[in-house]
Structure formats: C-alpha cells, structure tokens
C-alpha cells in the first residue's frame, strides 16, 4: 500500500519502496548509526550493513487511518548512548516524511538489531 495525496489535480500516489529510501537516508546522516539492518536476520544475514540500494530490507512502512507507521532497523556504533540515537532518528524520520511527503505520520519504531565496534585509524 501507498502513500495516496489528493491535490487539486489529482492524486499523487508514493510507493513504499521509495518511503524506505527516504526514512534509511534519514537514519543513516544520524550520528552514532553504522548503517541499517535488515528486518529478516536470519534470511539475509546476522548484522549484515544495507547499502543504499537496499534500505527497503531494514525498513517496514504500514498505512493506519492516523497516518504512517515505519519500523526502523539499525545497527548503532559502539560507545554511543543507545537512547539518543534512536531518539534523533525517531525525530528526523518524522521530520523528513512530514516535510518531503507531506504525510502525517503516527509511529516512527527504531529497533537496534546490533552494535558494532568501530576501527580506530
């Protein structure tokens, strides 16, 4: 299912896959993010980083009557205060779809699926 935006127009209608790219984009510029997980470990991986092309594995997108709901994967950097960081991506991802899509959106769940020490140079 679609985001589906009525104008004067007429409709505009966005798919999921390109709402997964905009909430990974998203995540991804916060501080202390390694990169998105995918959703189905077991499938695709233990704690296997997305590339850009694949966001749509670590994020799930759900249309409810009080706006959308997106599940949100990710694997954050050791040393970093959990909390926060899902914190600013819960706020960023709301922010992006809200202002990009002009869609209201009801939840915005972040799920740490790992943490990974990063290499010091």
């Known amino acids: 299912m679609a985001v589906s935006i009525q104008t004067k127009y007429g409709n505009v209608?966005?798919?999921?896959?390109?709402?997964a790219t905009i909430v990974g984009c998203a995540a991804t510029d916060i501080y202390g993010i390694v990169g998105m997980a995918s959703k189905n470990q077991l499938r695709d991986g233990f704690n296997t980083i997305l590339k850009r092309e694949n966001f749509a594995k670590g994020v799930v997108v759900r249309q409810t009557e009080s706006g959308t709901i997106v599940d949100v994967y990710i694997i954050v950097g050791y040393g970093v205060k959990i909390s926060e960081v899902c914190?600013?991506?819960?706020?960023?991802?709301?922010?992006?779809l809200e202002t990009l899509l002009g869609a209201p959106?009801?939840?915005?769940?972040?799920?740490?699926?790992?943490?990974?020490?990063?290499e010091e140079d």
């Open 105 to 118: 959106t009801a939840h915005v769940n972040v799920y740490v699926q790992g943490v990974k020490i990063l």
């Open 13 to 19: 209608d966005i798919s999921n896959e390109v709402i």
């Open 87 to 96: 914190r600013n991506v819960q706020s960023k991802v709301k922010y992006n």
